[in-house]
Every structure is written in C-alpha cells, then in structure tokens.
C-alpha cells in the first residue's frame, strides 16, 4: 500500500540554521499539507498547497517558513532561521482529490534546535 | 472558527474490555468531516475511522465505531474487545467540506493517551 515518506526521521540543529523537511506525498496525490506538533502538544496545521500554489496557511506559518514542490514528486518545508521554539514533530500528510477526504500522514521528523 | 474538545487526558482500560474515547466540536457548518487518528508511540498518525456530517449511520471499522450526535456536536469513539496494540494516543479531528482549491485542514484536539492493560 502506498505511503507518505518523510525523510530525515531526526534532525538536530543549531539556532538560526536553515533546515529542509522532506516530504514524498503518495503518487497522484493532489493535495499536501504541514503539521506539526510541539511534545506534549496537539497536532496544529502549517500550511496546505494545491496546484503548486499555498493554498492556505496558519499564524504560525510566517516569513521563516516555506513550502516547495521541485519536481513533482517531492514536497518540502524550509525554515530559514531556526528558533528553539521550532523543536517539534512535523508531519506531512497528502490527500487524493477534491472528493475523497481523508489526509494520508507520514511518519514525521523530530525536529530539535539546540 | 471551528474548535475540537477532548475532555479526557488519560484513559485505561483491560485487554478484551470496551472503552470510550470522548469528543466534542464547535463549529457553524452543517456538512463536515470526523476524523479519530491514532498515534502510537512510534508516533506515525493513522487513520482510525472517519464519519461525513450528512450520514446518519454512525461509521464502523471492525472493533472501531464512533457514535455521532450531530446536535448535541458530539464524536466518541468505541473500541471493542481492546487489544494491547491498541495502545497509542487518539486525536480527534474537524474537517470543514472540500472545496476545489481549499485547504481542509484538519483541526485536531489535545488527544486522550489510551493505556490498555493486560
């Protein structure tokens, strides 16, 4: 069965330092998102992009933060200048079409910004 | 808005017995979706079991089924005969419906950590 990958598993950083998150969405998948989610906390949205454009973001999801697809099979979240307060999981999840409703996760990355 | 309660932290239950998970949403839509994920402690969400706000019939999935209170905006979630793998943290989730171009974002709520004992 096919699934959403997510690669590194584990990222340590230093702040200030760019990382990139990367994502595999499922093949033929049309919609990708971003979550995250700081230990202990609940699951919140970042981003969701559609059609190679954002199509929605949240408050969180600022300056520092951006998504890319290069070249239609990844999909990746850039934060330019890590802070602490970034240490979380982030999730990718993709999701088939406009009709179909369920969100499809990958295993996350544990982010930790030292 | 929309907002998703879940007023259980913690909760516990013996191997073979029944619990349930409890879960309360704000919201002005009339047509939405339900979600429970499941988290274990590899921490990798999986899907659980969904319901669409226009169905009546509560959904099922196996020794998963949910009990859907549309007025009173209330979504447990049962699970019957628990097994040790059921183990794993619950997260509820709020869909607003899918729109050609819009997010659908999933609003999750804090989650109830699920124990299961042998």
């Known amino acids: 069965e096919p699934e959403v990958t997510q690669t590194p598993s584990h990222q340590v950083t230093q702040m200030g330092q760019e990382v990139i998150l990367r994502c595999v969405p499922i093949?033929?998948?049309?919609?990708f998102y971003w979550y995250r989610q700081i230990l202990g906390q609940k699951v919140e949205f970042l981003v969701s992009?559609?059609?190679?454009?954002?199509?929605?973001k949240s408050e969180i999801f600022d300056d520092q933060f951006s998504v890319e697809r290069p070249d239609g099979s990844n999909f990746t979240l850039k934060i330019r200048s890590t802070k602490l307060e970034d240490s979380a999981m982030y999730f990718c999840?993709?999701?088939?079409?406009?009709?179909?409703?369920?969100?499809?996760f990958g295993p996350g990355t544990r982010l930790l910004v030292l | 808005a929309q907002t998703v309660t879940q007023s259980q932290p913690e909760m516990s239950v013996q191997e073979a017995e029944t619990v349930t998970l409890s879960c309360t949403y704000d919201?002005?839509?009339?047509?939405?979706?339900l979600f429970w994920y499941k988290q274990p402690p590899s921490r990798q969400m999986i899907l659980v079991i969904r319901?669409?706000?226009?169905?009546?019939q509560n959904a099922t999935e196996n020794r998963f089924s949910v009990n859907f209170q549309k007025a009173a905006k209330s979504f447990s979630l049962k699970i019957s005969d628990s097994q040790l793998g059921d183990a794993a943290m619950y997260f509820c989730?709020?869909?607003?419906?899918?729109?050609?171009?819009?997010?659908?974002?999933?609003?999750f709520g804090k989650g109830t950590k699920l124990t299961v004992n042998p």
């Open positions: 919201t002005s839509e009339s047509d939405y979706y």
């Open positions: 992009f559609y059609n190679n454009e954002i199509s929605e």
């Open positions: 093949s033929n998948h049309l919609y």
């Open positions: 999840a993709s999701r088939p079409t406009v009709y179909q409703e369920t969100q499809y």
């Open positions: 989730a709020y869909r607003s419906p899918s729109t050609q171009g819009g997010s659908e974002k999933l609003v």
């Open positions: 319901q669409e706000a226009y169905k009546q």
